[in-house]
């Protein structure tokens, strides 16, 4: 018996396997299609009419073995314009380009677009908000637009399909530590410290790093107001008391993550050369 929400997705591979430009169409009329390109073929982006409309887009890549994303859209110029303007901004490390749009060229307008970014954006899981390149992040929509409820789960559906697990509903709280998260990294991991003048916290390595309840991290601090850091101080702000003491454990997907967390001076820091042992190794 078929589920009644069943969708049929058409893929196509367009060089013959999964590793060259890919398209998948959904919906009736594919009122969604998407595009996944490897950067060495953005340069034939101009034989695919549907990227002379507006849309969205996904830039994925790895940069210093760190996964990076950036989430773009277009209200105004095509999208074959917009893709190859941010490849070029992010050229050191964008490996493969997602493109969104729809067949029928009136369907996506600059309102729609808009409001596609800002859900994806705002959607991201917990692991991926520390990959994300964007530096500004638009307000979540205050009211639902129903013709696009349908688009963003299209939009869901194939990032999945293409091996991108990167939207999972609102981001989530903090993970409470206990020993029964049973981390892939076993629990006689040691106790790892940052302390500084006005630091003192300590935690310890489990499937991502854990920083105990009880740390003192740093209160007054400088940073941009989109970074990673301060969107993960607002998120977990009900866990800081007025000291900057930690009431309750919290989970990061990363030593590097936990790092920022704790010290949040930039987002250039390595967690591995902040946390140390007892005896500062």
């Known amino acids: 018996m078929i589920n009644s929400n069943a969708e049929t997705v058409k893929l196509e591979l367009l060089n013959g396997s999964l590793g060259g430009i890919v398209k998948c169409s959904c919906g009736l009329l594919e009122a969604c299609i998407a595009y996944k390109f490897p950067k060495k073929e953005i340069k034939n982006c101009k034989n695919f009419p549907e990227l002379?409309?507006?849309?969205?887009?996904?830039?994925?890549?790895?940069?210093?073995?760190?996964?990076?994303?950036?989430?773009?859209?277009?209200?105004?110029?095509?999208l074959i314009v917009r893709i190859k303007e941010s490849v070029k901004k992010y050229d050191r490390w964008c490996e493969e380009v997602v493109v969104f749009t729809s067949s029928n060229k009136q369907n996506l307008h600059p309102t729609y677009t808009q409001y596609l970014e800002s859900c994806l954006i705002n959607t991201v899981n917990v692991e991926t908000k520390e990959a994300l390149a964007n530096t500004q992040i638009p307000a979540l929509p205050s009211t639902k637009l129903n013709d696009m409820e349908k688009f963003l789960k299209y939009i869901n559906l194939v990032i999945e399909l293409m091996g991108y697990k990167i939207f999972k509903g609102p981001p989530k709280k903090a993970k409470k530590y206990s020993k029964n998260l049973k981390p892939t990294v076993t629990l006689n991991n040691p106790e790892l410290f940052i302390r500084q003048k006005d630091i003192h916290a300590r935690g310890k390595r489990t499937s991502g790093f854990v920083v105990f309840a009880g740390s003192t991290i740093r209160k007054n601090t400088q940073v941009h107001p989109f970074?990673?850091?301060?969107?993960?101080?607002?998120?977990?702000?009900?866990?800081?008391?007025?000291?900057?003491?930690?009431?309750?454990?919290?989970?990061?997907?990363s030593i590097t993550a936990a790092a920022k967390f704790v010290i949040d001076p930039d987002n250039n820091i390595s967690g591995n050369n902040y946390w140390a042992e007892e005896n500062g190794n």
């Not at 996904?58 to 859209?73: S, T």
């Open 227 to 253: 970074s990673i850091s301060e969107k993960n101080r607002i998120e977990y702000k009900h866990l800081i008391d007025a000291n900057g003491k930690l009431t309750d454990d919290i989970f990061f997907s």
């Open 52 to 78: 002379h409309h507006l849309g969205v887009y996904l830039l994925f890549g790895k940069f210093e073995e760190q996964d990076k994303i950036y989430i773009g859209l277009t209200d105004k110029r095509p």
